[in-house]
C-alpha cells in the first residue's frame, strides 16, 4: 500500500492568490464534479433528495460546484461554509455568472467548529468535495458534518482515492498532491466507525480514482 503523504496547510487567502486557484480548477470543474451530481439523483434507502430542500456545501472553494447546485436545485435552501474571506468573495463572482449570488448564503467559518455547525441548524443535505484529504481532524469533521443532518437526510463526502499508478507517476502537482494525501475505502470505513457512524456505503464511480461516501440518516 502507498503511504498517504498528507497536505502541508494551504493558506489560499488574498485576490492573487484565489484567481490563480480559480483559473487552476475552472477547466475542469464539470469533469470533476459530473459524477457527484449524478449520485444526487439516485435513490437512497428509498429515499429521494428533496428538490427543494435545505443544503450545506462544505468547503465550496471558488465556487463551481455551488453554481452547478444553485442551477440544478432553484428551489432548495443553498448554504456554503468555507474557511476563507477571500474564497467566498471569489465563490460569490463565480455564483454570479448563472444565479443570483443572493441565493447562496456563504458563512466563513469551519467545519470543526461545534458551535458554528449547531448554529447553523439541520439539512437534508450535507456534502463536500476534495476537502476530506484536507481536514485536520477528519473523524471531528465526520462528526460534526453528520450532526448536521436531519433525520431522513444525506450526508455525501466525494474525494479522490489514493492509488498506486497515480501515486507513483514522475511529476508533481497540485492534482498529484492530493492524490497522495487522500484516502482509501477501508481507511474511510475506519474514520467513519470512530465517528460512530453506520449507516454508510462506499461509491467507486468512474474514474475509479475518484470515490463518493454515502451516508443517510
Request: no cysteine; charged share 25%; glycine share 6%.
Amino acid at each position: 500500500m502507498m503511504k498517504r503523504i498528507p497536505h502541508s496547510s494551504q493558506d489560499i487567502s488574498g485576490e492573487p492568490k484565489t484567481k490563480e486557484y480559480l483559473q487552476h480548477h475552472q477547466k475542469y470543474a464539470r469533469i470533476q464534479f459530473r459524477s457527484f451530481l449524478r449520485e444526487l439523483t439516485q435513490q437512497y434507502m428509498g429515499r429521494q433528495l428533496p428538490r427543494d430542500g435545505r443544503f450545506l456545501e462544505i468547503g465550496p472553494g471558488p465556487g463551481f460546484l455551488t453554481a452547478m447546485m444553485a442551477k440544478q436545485y432553484p428551489q432548495a435552501e443553498m448554504n456554503a461554509l468555507e474557511l476563507s474571506a477571500d474564497m467566498i468573495a471569489t465563490a460569490k463572482d463565480v455564483v454570479d455568472q448563472t444565479q443570483p449570488a443572493s441565493r447562496v448564503r456563504f458563512i466563513e467559518g469551519s467545519v470543526d467548529d461545534k458551535s458554528l455547525m449547531i448554529h447553523l441548524g439541520k439539512f437534508d443535505l450535507v456534502y463536500s468535495t476534495f476537502s476530506l484529504h484536507h481536514w485536520e481532524n477528519p473523524v471531528q469533521a465526520m462528526k460534526t458534518t453528520y450532526r448536521a443532518v436531519k433525520e431522513g437526510g444525506l450526508m455525501m463526502l466525494h474525494d479522490l482515492k489514493r492509488v498506486p499508478w497515480l501515486y507513483l507517476l514522475p511529476v508533481r502537482n497540485g492534482f498529484i498532491d492530493s492524490v497522495r494525501a487522500a484516502y482509501q475505502p477501508g481507511e474511510v470505513w475506519h474514520m467513519l466507525s470512530e465517528a460512530g457512524i453506520d449507516d454508510a456505503a462506499i461509491k467507486t464511480p468512474f474514474p475509479y480514482f475518484w470515490h463518493t461516501v454515502l451516508i443517510t440518516k
